[in-house]
């Protein structure tokens, strides 16, 4: 967990006032996934879109009970700001455990599903899922290794939703 501390704090060391306030706005956009959940619903309702989606909406529900309520209470890992109340706080304290990054694993478990099927947005998607994640060890509420976790485990739940949608594994009746 040393090095751990040492990216964070080489991290800590880049804040200035604006990217202070950049980051806060950022990370707030994950809040529960709830900006994700609304582009998800957003796409449902286009037949265009809907795979999308669903796939979106989908992925999100499969992280919420395997990384937020399943390994974050298996592992039980503190946050950085939980071991170092030294470093001055931009957020208020989350509470629950800190890995997997929570934020992390629904960004990117929405932006992944929406690269597979639309590139151009999906690119956006993944740069802003990206800096959601960034800003959560920018504000210490996270260590490198639950946002390597969260980054891993959405964009492998997307994959593994899509392909279930598209192939018409499961869900045939809701997405068509």
């Known amino acids: 967990m040393d090095w751990e501390f040492e990216i964070l704090y080489l991290i800590q060391e880049m804040r200035t006032p604006a990217l202070d306030s950049f980051m806060a706005t950022v990370t707030h956009f994950g809040d529960g996934g709830i900006g994700w959940l609304v582009i998800g619903i957003l796409l449902t309702l286009f037949k265009k879109t809907r795979k999308c989606g669903w796939t979106v909406l ?3 529900l499969v992280c919420l009970f395997v990384g937020n309520i399943g390994l974050k209470n298996l592992v ?15 957020i208020s304290t989350p509470g ?8 992390t694993l629904h960004a990117f478990t929405a932006a992944t599903a929406i690269f597979l099927y639309y590139k151009k947005p999906g690119v956006i998607a993944l740069i802003f899922a990206a800096l959601i994640a960034f800003s959560r060890m920018y504000l210490f509420v996270h260590f490198p290794t639950d ?15 899509y ?6 594994i499961v869900l045939k009746y809701f997405v068509s």
């Open 58 to 60: 989908f992925s999100m």
């Open 76 to 90: 039980g890992r503190l946050r950085p700001c939980q071991i170092d109340a030294g470093v001055r706080m931009l």
């Open 96 to 103: 629950g455990y800190s890995f997997p990054s929570g934020h």
């Open 147 to 161: 946002i390597l976790a969260g980054f891993a485990l959405g964009a492998a739940m997307a994959v593994l939703v």
């Open 163 to 168: 392909h279930c949608i598209t192939k018409k």
